[in-house]
C-alpha cells in the first residue's frame, strides 16, 4: 500500500506542475470578441486580464456615451467568458481521466 501511495503523491505533483505550466502559458495567450458587429473589440489573455480595448471612431464621433459604454461592457463580458473557456479546456487537458468524475479543482 505504500508503493501505492507514493505513485499517487507522484502522480499528484506531476499533475501540479503541468498545471502551473499551463498557468504561465495561459498568462501569454489571449482571445478577442467583440461587440455591436465590431464597433467595440476586447482582448483577454488566459490569467482573465483585460489586455486591450479597441473603438472604431464610427461609435466615438456618434456621441451616444450610454450605448459606448454598453458596447464595451458586452465586449469584456464575453472575452472574459471566452478566456474562462479557454482556461478550462486547457486545464482539462491535464486533469483528465486524474480526477473522478464531477470533482471541480477551485480556481478554475
Do not use: C, H, Y
Not at 19 to 36: D, I, N, P, R, S
Not at 72 to 100: F, H, Y
Amino acid at each position: 500500500m505504500k508503493g501505492g501511495m507514493q505513485g499517487m503523491l507522484k502522480q499528484v505533483q506531476k499533475m501540479q506542475a503541468e498545471m502551473e505550466k499551463v498557468q504561465t502559458e495561459l498568462a501569454g495567450k489571449t482571445v478577442t470578441e467583440e461587440a455591436g458587429g465590431g464597433i467595440i473589440k476586447a482582448t483577454v489573455n488566459g490569467k482573465k486580464e483585460l489586455v486591450s480595448v479597441q473603438i472604431e471612431n464610427e461609435i466615438i464621433n456618434g456621441g451616444d456615451k450610454e450605448m459606448l459604454e454598453d458596447l464595451v461592457v458586452a465586449a469584456v463580458n464575453k472575452a472574459l467568458a471566452s478566456a474562462g473557456k479557454m482556461a478550462e479546456d486547457e486545464m482539462a487537458k491535464i486533469t483528465k481521466n486524474m480526477l473522478p468524475p464531477g470533482f471541480n479543482l477551485p480556481g478554475l
